[in-house]
Nanobody, 123 residues
Framework: EMQLVESGGGLVQPGGSLRLSCAASGFTFSTYAIAWVRQAPGKWLEWVSDINGGDSTSRYVDSVKGRFTISRDNHKNTLYLQMNSLKPEDTAVYYC????????????????WGKGTLVTVSL
């Protein structure tokens, strides 16, 4: 059974940093693309970043470029999201999402979701 478990969320002040983790099991982690997707209160899901299986090419939504870094440790079967210079608008539940191939470009290509971890950016 495929499983994704996020951790690392919490309350942080504006300008602060957090590192999210997503521990994966039940599939060959290195092969598949994985994404971070967030949902702010009262808003739609927003694609934050994704990283390919194999070559680990990554992409980011414009609003987090230069502040967030996605990475993966294929030996530990873990995905990370380093978040720096956090802003109140980054407040959301952050989910990791596994793609069904080495590249993940659309929500329809997601075949497994984690339950999410809450990030709150506030004074």
């Amino acid at each position: 059974e495929m499983q994704l478990v996020e951790s690392g969320g919490g309350l942080v002040q504006p300008g602060g940093s957090l590192r999210l983790s997503c521990a994966a099991s039940g599939f060959t982690f290195s092969t598949y693309a994985i994404a971070w997707v967030r949902q702010a209160p009262g808003k739609w899901l927003e694609w934050v970043s994704d990283i390919n299986g194999g070559d680990s090419t990554s992409r980011y939504v414009d609003s987090v470029k230069g502040r967030f870094t996605i990475s993966r440790d294929n030996h530990k079967n873990t995905l990370y999201l380093q978040m720096n210079s956090l802003k109140p608008e980054d407040t959301a539940v952050y989910y990791c999402a596994k793609g069904d191939s080495t590249v993940l470009r659309r929500r329809n290509d997601v075949d497994s979701w984690g339950k999410g971890t809450l990030v709150t950016v506030s004074l």
